[in-house]
């Protein structure tokens, strides 16, 4: 009994790490290609609203050469 019980364990930790019941991609290799421009698409678009959120898509105001400021 102890060893069915550890045999039990044992397969369900092993299947746990094997991937997903259902999995996210269709098993067609064009369907499949489709999904995944669509999702790189949709990640694309993300970065972009992410740099507009953070207004690191807009042009930088400063003089493109430094200049100490002080009497040298």
């Known amino acids: 009994m102890r060893r ?3 045999a039990t364990l044992v397969a369900i930790a092993i299947s746990s790490n094997v991937g997903c019941i259902i999995p996210i991609y269709d098993a067609d290799p064009a ?3 489709r999904q995944l421009i669509y999702s790189s698409e949709d990640f694309r678009a993300m970065r972009g609203e992410w740099r507009r959120f953070w207004f690191t898509d807009q042009p930088d105001h400063q003089k493109p050469l ?3 400021g002080g009497i040298i």
Request: glycine residues 0%.
């Open 4 to 6: 069915l019980l550890f």
């Open 31 to 33: 369907e499949r290609a």
């Open 66 to 68: 430094r200049t100490h």
